[in-house]
């Protein structure tokens, strides 16, 4: 790839700099034929950020004056216009590719949940918040950015019409990019690449999207340096320039408010600078085309198609200048119809998939999950979802591809780039409840993952809570083979835990219940789908009766304790919270064996069941849970059923249901009333239940049918889903809700 370095400022920023082209009608006005010889036209665009959309509006009046374009340079924001339109795609496609852009869409960037391993998956189910930090040699790494890009190149490919790698001079525009070299304060200018990967570069703003590395150079976006590029034009030997500014201006005194407000200021006056220097660059022949944005930031992604339209009066003020440039309209129709020409993308089978070498990774475990495969033909749609697939194992911070062509062979090369921060991680948990009348819990969760401990990816992960549930749990997953669809997994923990009972709606009696156990599972995974696990274990368990009558103490103070367990899980539901499409089921069968050594014999099972249905912003979740013995013996005390509270027959206290029998089935509907842009919304729902709980421990507690419902809003948020509910028994128990986390 060949760059070439300017001198320029390095400056860190924490700022988002990426939209998509818009485009705007506007009228055809005829113009006299120009002269048989014209000078050469470069098209200059600027960064800044969502502000940006107007550059399309500008390249819609061009197009109605005639103008030809010959190059185009651009930064952040304009090498993004300016790729896309270099490499022929027109206004028209640009309006119809970006209607569906969104924050959402740019910078929510893990893959499709479903897509998933189950490994990933089941931490969803936790109290977990927060990306994941690194931790190693005493200290905490974070990540280079709040995304990676992934998700942005995926967008960004279906802007450039050229696909793969291109020298810029040969596509139907020549072209030319900016990007800033982190470690030399430097102009990086693009003059061939991946085209992606060069508007990515292009765009990388520090702080917000991780950087992108070329040639060993950590690259990030161009406004640092060269945000206007005059004169990566003028070397090109541009005779004319039309320059068009999007920058974000500097605020007004008022508007300084707090350190953000003075830190956005300074970085704003710091790209201004350049950004002067390139217009006194300017000559008397060339035009400046400064779109009035008004209070549109560099973050309005979501309001591209206002923004857009903004970019057509500013280049209607210099009509004049513009119509001098004008050629016949035969002649622009030829030159248009040879800028916009299909390009055929390369379709051609690989005959290898090769990934860089890397420190931890196995290679091979990151090629099992594509389904790309070598010596058949490429599907761009395929390899996206491949790059994101790669990304969803959470082991890299960057992921993209190139086409390498060498002597007899085509090769597929992944630059998968381990995570900087890995490959051990820290993560923090956070739950809360209350019901307003008694009953509030908090749990705390710190979770510490090991990875990558041999070839076969073996994780050995610990977590530690501390709260209404206290427990330290650790467990050894090896996988048996690369492809990780067979493991073992030997794992401990111990356990402290209190549990309410009630008599009707007094509460009665408190358990406390302490508990070291330890076993082994074995396993299989069924790719993306579900996983089954078998598995026996052993302790002992300490059931305390710590206030109430002695007619319920649990027996023995000590118990010990030995059985077989199996556990399945399917899950295909797009997300645990908030779920709008697809389905989870388990089943759980836990056998108290005496052959093993344990006190009591006893079988017990669960199983479970959810399904999610949506048409526009609302949605229908289906839920089944039930549970019981198998056989005439009696469950424990200690491991009975307990039920009860918010959206687990709402209108009852938490944990108020207790028995060796249970099945309960809930009907929710709820409609999302916010969108959210990383985060998933806000909603508002009703929930219909009906349950029963079959031999309650407490004499008197209710065993027929249960008929409850609820009414709720919720949103998600950086620390978790936050619920607000109220929840009515058809008995007339009822209560108010409030959950930090997920409350069912």
Not at 297 to 325: N, W
Not at 469 to 498: D, W
Not at 567 to 573: A, E, F, P, S
Request: proline share 5%; net charge neutral; with cysteine.
């Amino acid at each position: 790839m060949k760059i070439k370095c300017l001198r320029g400022p390095a400056i860190i920023a924490l700022w988002l700099a990426f939209a998509a082209p818009l485009a705007a009608s506007g009228d055809e006005l005829a113009r006299p034929a120009a002269s048989a010889t014209r000078p050469k036209i470069c098209l200059v665009l600027s960064g800044g950020g969502a502000r940006g959309a107007a550059h399309v509006g500008v390249l819609k009046v061009l197009e109605t004056y005639r103008v030809p374009i010959d190059c185009i340079v651009g930064t952040s924001m304009g090498a993004l216009v300016g790729a896309a339109y270099a490499t022929g795609t027109s206004t028209p496609e640009m309006e119809k590719i970006i209607e569906g852009i969104s924050t959402e869409l740019l910078f929510k960037e893990a893959p499709p949940r479903q897509e998933l391993s189950m490994r990933r998956k089941q931490d969803d189910y936790g109290i977990f918040f927060g990306p994941e930090v690194g931790i190693g040699g005493g200290k905490i790494r974070l990540g280079k950015g709040l995304v990676t890009g992934v998700q942005l190149e995926t967008v960004l490919r279906r802007l450039a019409k050229a696909k793969g790698y291109y020298n810029f001079d040969n596509l139907p525009i020549p072209f030319r990019a900016v990007a800033t070299d982190l470690v030399t304060g430097k102009a990086v200018i693009f003059s061939d690449g991946e085209l992606a990967n060069v508007m990515r570069a292009s765009m990388s703003v520090p702080g917000a999207v991780a950087p992108a590395e070329f040639d060993g150079k950590i690259l990030v976006d161009g406004m640092l340096t060269s945000n206007l590029p005059v004169q990566t034009a003028l070397a090109l030997g541009a005779d004319v320039i039309i320059a068009v500014n999007v920058g974000t201006p500097l605020l007004k005194r008022e508007e300084l408010g707090g350190i953000l407000g003075v830190a956005g200021q300074m970085l704003s006056i710091l790209t201004e600078q350049n950004v002067q220097e390139s217009i006194a660059a300017l000559r008397s022949t060339d035009i400046l085309i400064s779109p009035e944005l008004g209070d549109y930031s560099t973050g309005d992604f979501d309001h591209l198609m206002k923004i857009a339209p903004l970019g057509e009066p500013a280049a209607r003020k210099v009509a004049e200048q513009l119509a001098r440039l004008s050629i016949p309209d035969a002649e622009y129709a030829a030159l248009r119809e040879r800028q916009t020409a299909v390009v055929a993308p390369d379709l051609r089978p690989v005959d290898e998939i090769r990934f860089e070498k890397m420190r931890h990774v196995n290679p091979e475990s990151a090629r099992k999950v594509m389904e790309t495969r070598a010596g058949q033909p490429i599907d761009q749609e395929t390899l996206n979802k491949d790059m994101r697939r790669i990304y969803g194992t959470g082991d890299f911070e960057h992921v993209n591809y190139r086409f390498l062509e060498e002597p007899g062979r085509r090769v597929l090369a992944v630059d998968a780039v381990e995570k900087s921060w890995g490959p051990d991680y820290l993560r923090f948990g956070l739950g809360l409840s209350s019901d307003f009348s008694g009953d509030a819990y908090f749990n705390l969760l710190a979770s510490y993952r090991k990875t990558w401990l041999n070839s076969l990816g073996a994780e050995w992960r610990t977590d530690l809570q501390i709260g209404h549930t206290s427990s330290l749990r650790t467990e050894f997953y090896q996988p048996l083979n690369a492809q990780g669809s067979f493991f073992i997994a030997p794992h401990a923990g111990i356990e402290r835990r209190s549990a309410t009972l009630f008599q009707k709606d007094d509460r009665i009696a408190r358990y406390e219940m302490n508990s070291a156990l330890a076993g082994v599972d074995v396993g299989t995974q069924f790719a993306r789908y579900g996983e089954l696990r078998l598995g026996v274990l052993g302790g002992v368990r300490k059931p305390k009766l710590d206030t109430g009558p002695q007619t319920l103490s649990p027996g023995e103070d000590s118990v010990a304790e030995a059985a077989y367990r199996a556990r399945l899980v399917l899950d295909q539901l797009d997300s645990v919270h908030f779920p709008r499409s697809g389905w989870r089921a388990g089943l759980n069968v836990y056998n108290s064996n005496h052959g093993l050594g344990a006190d009591n014999n006893y079988t017990k099972w669960d199983a479970d069941g959810v399904a999610a249905y949506s048409f526009g912003e609302h949605t229908l979740n289906f839920s089944l849970k039930a549970g019981g013995r198998v056989g005439s013996d009696h469950l424990p005390r200690y491991d009975q059923f307990q039920w009860g509270g918010f959206l687990q027959q709402s209108g009852y206290a938490t944990g108020q249901l207790l028995g060796e029998k249970m099945q309960y089935g809930r009907l929710m509907y709820y409609h999302r009333i916010m969108r959210g842009t990383l985060l998933e919304g806000a909603y508002g729902g009703i929930s219909l239940e009906v349950g029963k709980v079959g031999h309650p421990l407490v004499p008197g507690n209710p065993d027929g049918v249960l008929k409850s419902a609820s009414i709720f809003v919720a949103a998600d948020s950086p620390v978790g889903p936050v619920y607000l509910g109220y929840g009515r028994a058809q008995d007339g128990n009822s209560n108010f809700y409030f959950y930090l986390g997920r409350p069912f």
